[in-house]
């Protein structure tokens, strides 16, 4: 039975006028009239008893009534989650973030937007570069902020730059490097190293840097950012990660110092620039005012 036809018996049992309700429900005499049949036909009995003045509920019509209520009821609620929930995906923004960036400028501007969009919601998910690439490719994030080697382009991908990391060399406090200002990779030659996996891009350009530098690295141990910390405070090896994502986790008990001459790579908000919905383009417009 439709929906649409068991609130038009609702209607009509309450004004008892066809005329009345075909004017109430926007439709003509003829439609509402053939739609009560078509639900007693349904159901195999008369609805309404048909005077010349008015029309009054039969027995069935009766039964049927609270029924009918609870049913138009659920249709409303249903109705109105279901577009609540379009509504909030249309308001919700799924946002990938590299490891470390509740310490770096990624933290401050989500921060500030939330503020300044309390009726946004954001999932934040973290994750190595390589997969935020995946996910922000096959549109599992509406946008993701990565690390990437300067000038980075290609693909049907935008881009927007924020800010310029530089690789870094970690040292427990008690290793003779420690108390420098600076250091470059040729000094480090007879050192063994803890880098991040192959396909990073901190490993890719860490141990380029060093072959560049005249040596092959020893490399001790390849693995995430959280192991190389633990490894770091264990006092084994050198530790070449970008800088600034870990000044405040590893502080208290490792060096960093800055490596010379410098090893950058850009911070960028990437993105698909198509099927912009109404909170995607707030957030962006909001990212390259924040920006500047």
Not at 226 to 252: C, D, H, W
């Amino acid at each position: 039975m439709k929906f649409d036809n068991m609130h038009e018996f609702l209607v009509l049992a309450q004004v008892r006028s066809y005329w009345a309700a075909a004017e109430q429900l926007f439709i003509s005499q003829a439609t509402l009239s053939r739609h009560i049949k078509e639900m007693e036909d349904e159901l195999g009995v008369s609805l309404f008893i048909r005077t010349t003045k008015r029309i009054e509920l039969s027995e069935f019509g009766m039964i049927l009534l609270p029924y009918a209520q609870q049913a138009v009821a659920l249709q409303d609620t249903y109705t109105s989650a279901i577009k609540q929930h379009v509504l909030d995906m249309e308001n919700e923004l799924r946002i990938g973030v590299i490891p470390g960036w509740d310490e770096t400028q990624i933290a401050d501007f989500l921060s500030d937007y939330q503020t300044a969009m309390p009726d946004t919601r954001i999932s934040i998910d973290e994750d190595e570069t390589d997969q935020l690439m995946f996910k922000i490719t096959h549109e599992l994030c509406d946008y993701v902020f990565i690390r990437e080697k300067s000038g980075a382009s290609g693909g049907n991908l935008s881009r927007q730059f924020f800010y310029q990391d530089a690789l870094t060399a970690y040292f427990s406090t008690n290793h003779p490097f420690a108390g420098y200002k600076e250091i470059s990779l040729a000094e480090l030659k007879n050192e063994s190293f803890m880098m991040s996996e192959d396909s990073s891009l901190s490993g890719i350009l860490g141990a380029q840097a060093c072959r560049d530098s005249g040596f092959d690295p020893v490399i001790l141990f390849r693995g995430n950012r959280e192991q190389t910390i633990g490894y770091l405070r264990k006092r084994l090896g050198v530790g070449l990660m970008f800088g600034i994502p870990y000044s405040t986790t590893i502080a208290n008990n490792i060096a960093a110092v800055p490596i010379v001459p410098p090893i950058y790579a850009d911070v960028n908000l990437v993105y698909i620039d198509s099927n912009m919905t109404e909170a995607k383009q707030k957030f962006l417009d909001y990212f390259i005012s924040w920006r500047k």
